[in-house]
Every structure is written in C-alpha cells, then in structure tokens.
C-alpha cells in the first residue's frame, strides 16, 4: 500500500540533553532527519512574513542591527514571561508545521525518517510521531551543558528547563530511550541499534 509519508520518529530530549548529537548519528546512518530548531530559524528569516509579524506583535527592539531576529533577547523575554512565549508560539508554530508536513511528504520513499523536536511532547507536533525517542540525561548534567554552552547563569538555565516537560514526564511518555550520560561512542551505538530495530519494525508493518 503506498504512503504520503513514511513513518516518523519523534527524537526529543530536555534541553542540552544532547539530541544533536543523536540527530548527526541518524543521518550519518542515511536516515532523513530535519531539524525544527533549523525550520523555526527559517520561517523568521529576515524578509519573511513570519519575521514581520514577530515583531509586529514584540516591536522593533526584537531586531538586530542587521534586520535578524535577536533570538537571545527573545529567549530571555519568552522564558521570563511564560504568556509571551505562548503569544510567540501561536505566531511561529503554524508556520513551522506546514514546513514539517512539506518535508515528510518528500521522504515518502524513506524507510522512516526523524523528525526532532525540542518541545514535541508540549506541543501539537507530538501528534506528527508515530514514535517517539527521548535523548535522556539528568537535569543536573543538562544545566551544566547549558551553561556551558550558551554561556547564561543558572538562573536562565533553569527557567529554560521549566519551559519543557519535565525529565519524569518526558520518560513518562517516551517509546524508546536514548541514555547520553556516557561518551559520544556510546549515543551513537545506541542510535544504531534503534535504527536496526526500526528498520525491522516498519519492514515487517509494511508487509502485512
């Protein structure tokens, strides 16, 4: 029976969790994955209708000398203000789900693809998984990966993590776990034994 899309993983984890990196071992395995990190950035392009109406509604001060969105003052304001981020999602979320549904329908040959999603379980992209793999790490190893990273003090960080799903909620509602406590060599096994397992699982769906 033919398909408009194939089936899709949703690959998730709290923030810094490093799905990233199970991102990067996907593909390198020939496994389409797209980005919604990547698909937010692109439907608020400087030019685009979605960046006009972001700071239509958050004013000219969200921009940056060279007409991008200043995404590190929006971050602040949205994880301050939990209304706005609300306000801000209603605007960018729509446009980021038509992209999605765009790209699936491309991979229609696929054997599955990877669709990742920082907020897939608070948000309606959640419906689009017909899987769904959490990238697992403590809240303790995610604040120090944050801070690290995006060089922000751990007041932020936290504010950050209280935006997602808890650690317990997102177990809760996983699939499949990815455990990113150990080294890289051992993410990247184990996204290779999920993707032999998925392989199997939607070869056998498709012959029945």
């Known amino acids: 029976m033919s398909r408009t899309t194939p089936p899709i993983v949703g690959l998730t984890g709290g923030i810094a969790s490093g799905k990233s ?6 593909r390198a395995l020939g496994v389409p994955v797209l980005d919604a990190d990547q698909v937010a950035r692109q ?46 999602e209603a605007l960018t979320h729509p446009l980021i789900g038509e992209a999605m549904d765009q790209w699936c329908r491309a991979q229609a040959a696929a054997p599955y693809a990877v669709l990742s999603v ?9 419906a689009r998984a017909d899987f769904i793999l959490v990238v697992d790490v403590s809240e303790a190893v995610q604040i120090e990966r944050l801070r690290a990273r995006d060089g ?14 808890s650690r317990d909620a997102r177990r ?22 999920w993707h032999q397992q998925f392989l199997t699982k939607w070869r056998n769906d498709d012959a029945v």
């Open 21 to 26: 990196s199970a991102e990067a071992a996907f």
């Open 43 to 88: 439907v608020v392009a400087p030019g685009s209708a979605g960046l006009a109406a972001v700071i239509e509604a958050f004013g000219a001060d969200f921009l940056t000398a060279d007409g991008q969105l200043d995404r590190r003052r929006m971050r602040e304001r949205v994880f301050a203000h939990p209304a706005e981020r609300t306000r801000l």
């Open 118 to 126: 920082a907020i897939l379980l608070e948000s309606r992209f959640r």
């Open 152 to 165: 922000i003090d751990e007041t932020l960080a936290r504010q950050m993590l209280a935006a997602q799903s």
């Open 172 to 193: 809760a509602a996983a699939h499949g776990l990815i455990d990113n406590s150990g080294s890289l060599e051992a993410l990247q096994a184990q996204v290779a034994d």
